[in-house]
């Protein structure tokens, strides 16, 4: 059976968008300075918590992923063995 581990091909891509992501809300946490006079601060607790929510997402995601292989894969064994 083939398996694949993305991880090390994913993981620099993962830290890419998430510093992309957290520089765009500092770009427009300071428009938001500028044009409304409010605050909004952005913390390097705020950039952990963004790595937290988005690898607890990529789990929740590969978790989906091995139950649907099983269960492809469970299908896929009782077709071959009724023909």
């Known amino acids: 059976m083939l398996t694949c581990s993305c991880q090390a091909f994913m993981f ?5 968008m998430c510093q992309i992501i957290h520089q765009d809300v500092v770009n427009y946490s300071q428009r938001f300075l500028d044009e409304l006079s409010r605050y909004n601060y952005v913390t390097p607790t705020s950039y952990l918590e963004l790595l937290g929510i988005f690898s607890k997402l ?7 992923l091995v139950v649907a292989r099983k269960r492809t894969k469970t299908g896929l064994d009782k077709v071959s063995h009724i023909s």
């Open 12 to 16: 620099p891509v993962q830290v890419k």
């Open 58 to 64: 990529i789990g929740i995601k590969k978790n989906e």
